[in-house]
């Protein structure tokens, strides 16, 4: 078996070898207004194969049988508010709860499956040409993909990561989900098995450089007018997350009829730490308002008083303790990268007044001083001579490499190559970064992960912005080569039974960021957000 995706595209083509021919199996979903269609076309390629067809319809994640009859020459199903319609010229037959066929395929057919959903209590949509429906899929995707303006080394990787970001996109609102998954394990059998279908604003800055860096100026103002209206409300109300339309209310369900992959249970829908206190995310709203402005994507009134209102709570906060940036759900603690995040905020504050002449108060620079002089006090550990996870703790934390990367301290500095170095030195496997070490940290859940990749990445950076230009290459190259046979990526990775763990998750904003910042532009990402007079340009 072989499969890619169609250059430049969303298109699936998998091929299929038998001793009696080969076929080539097409799977897509086309661009038409808001109907949700999956089209597979099956294709003979050589000889006759003979071929089997299965489908299971279960609604509610997998605890509802419909019912499920033929009408029209379309097969059916309905339970609750739920509707499937398959058209197919395959004449199927119900068997043990599934619908199922045979067929045999020549060189030269073409035989098409169209799958789609529809309200219970509506007509089903039109029926779709499925021909047609591919070719007008493989121009609008091709057209879309000849938009980018990356030139550099990793053009293929790049191009296919803003695909996945553009695929992760509800179109309606601009808002990015961070997976299309749930559950998968972060270590085969454990409990660490989330829901990650939403969209997390510590992520708003990097998709914004990686879709501007990219070219994709209209995507990245859709993202940021998502921003705006998803985080509207009282400051102290300020969820890390929310659904793609803006949806505040994301509570966490056990699916107790589920096994879950590989038997990795529970198996969750919702995620309950939408309800934790991560001071975070708003250095992330802050920067990613700032540096929309600062690139013309962005910046109006309406905006900066929410910002304003933002970093008036965020005065007393700030001095809080909590949940971080790993969304630990043991104790809350002072968090250092917490606390360089509310630096941001302040930081990006004084920049608006500055440099766009918005109104502000002197206060915000007292309180960007007085939290730096804390970090680089309480944050800093001399005898282990680095930067550690929270106050008082000797701990190290990958999410550390991000102070170069935000501007609070330079890559050339000191303290921040001592801190690099020891996470080289402990918090790596095969070159790879965890997190932080599961074993020694209290985050309410028993040990065992993989690798995160996106703090492999930041690695990287660190490694280009110190000047190890040949070290952070070899480094990115490796993390490229981790993906699958279609170009993707997970968050997590065990370099032992070289496997993915996780979801399928945002690496691939750090992958565009990192290859923008590999290239040696003056308006890569990592230079960009740490100078405040380089900010993107649209391309």
């Known amino acids: 078996m072989r499969r890619a995706y169609r250059p430049g595209t969303l298109v699936l083509e998998t091929e299929f070898e038998t001793d009696e021919g080969a076929v080539k199996v097409i799977d897509f979903m086309p661009i038409r207004g808001k109907s949700v269609d999956l089209v597979r076309i099956v294709e003979g390629v050589r000889g006759r194969v003979p071929m089997r067809m299965e489908l299971i319809i279960r609604f509610d994640y997998g605890s509802i049988v419909p019912w499920v009859r033929g009408v029209d020459d379309t097969l059916r199903a309905v339970a609750g508010p739920d509707a499937l319609v398959l058209r197919t010229p395959v004449a199927t037959r119900g068997q043990d709860l599934t619908t199922q066929a045979e067929f045999t395929v020549s060189e030269g057919d073409s035989v098409p499956f169209v799958l789609a959903w529809f309200p219970s ?42 695909i996945t970001l553009k695929a992760l996109t509800y179109a309606p609102t601009g808002g990015i989900v961070a997976a299309p998954t749930t559950s998968l394990p972060e270590w085969p059998g454990s409990v660490r098995n989330w829901d990650y279908r939403f969209c997390w604003l510590r992520d708003a800055t990097f998709t914004l450089y990686a879709l501007m860096s990219a070219g994709y100026v209209d995507e990245a103002r859709a993202w940021r007018e998502w921003l705006l209206r998803a985080v509207a409300g009282v400051p102290a109300e300020l969820q890390i997350m929310y659904g793609p339309a803006g949806e505040h209310r994301l509570t966490e369900l056990e699916l107790d009829w589920l096994t879950g992959y590989e038997q990795s249970k529970p198996v969750r829908i919702g995620n309950a730490a939408s309800d934790q206190f991560q001071l975070d995310v708003y250095g992330e709203v802050a920067d990613a308002m700032f540096q929309a402005r600062a690139a013309g994507v962005g910046g109006d009134g309406s905006s900066w008083e929410m910002y304003k209102a933002v970093l008036e709570f965020l005065e007393d906060a700030w001095r809080q303790p909590d949940e971080g940036i790993w969304e630990v759900r043991g104790a809350r603690q002072h968090f250092t990268h917490s606390k360089m995040m509310a630096w941001v905020a302040f930081d990006r504050a004084v920049k608006v007044v500055e440099e766009f002449g918005y109104d502000g108060t002197e206060t915000w620079k007292a309180s960007r001083d007085e ?52 996470i080289q030195r402990e918090l790596t496997v095969d070159g790879f970064v965890m997190r932080y070490a599961s074993d020694h940290v209290e985050d309410g859940l028993p040990p065992g992960e993989g690798v995160f990749l996106p703090c492999s990445f930041w690695l990287a950076d660190n490694l280009a912005l110190m000047g190890q230009t040949g070290e952070a290459r070899a480094l990115f190259e490796r993390l490229v080569g981790l993906a699958n046979d279609v170009g993707l990526l997970s968050e997590e990775f065990d370099p032992k039974a070289k496997r993915f763990l996780g979801n399928l998750a945002f690496t691939h904003v750090a992958l565009v960021n990192t290859a923008c910042n590999l290239s040696g532009d003056a308006r890569s990402p990592a230079r960009s957000r740490a100078h405040r007079h380089t900010a993107p340009t649209p391309r």
């Not at 047609?132 to 000849?146: G, N």
């Not at 050339?412 to 170095?421: G, I, K, L």
């Open 121 to 162: 209590h509506e007509e089903p949509p039109k029926e779709l040409d499925a021909a047609r429906a591919l070719s007008r899929t493989t121009t609008w995707w091709e057209r879309w993909s000849a938009r980018t303006t990356y030139e550099g080394d990793w053009a293929e990787a790049v191009n296919r990561s803003v």
């Open 371 to 422: 939290i730096h002089a804390e970090v680089c006090a309480r944050g800093y550990d001399t005898d282990r001579g680095a930067f550690v996870q929270a106050y008082d703790s000797q701990l190290l934390d990958a999410s550390l490499l991000m102070m170069p990367l935000v501007g609070f301290l330079p890559a050339t500095d000191e303290r921040v190559r001592n801190t690099v170095a020891a």
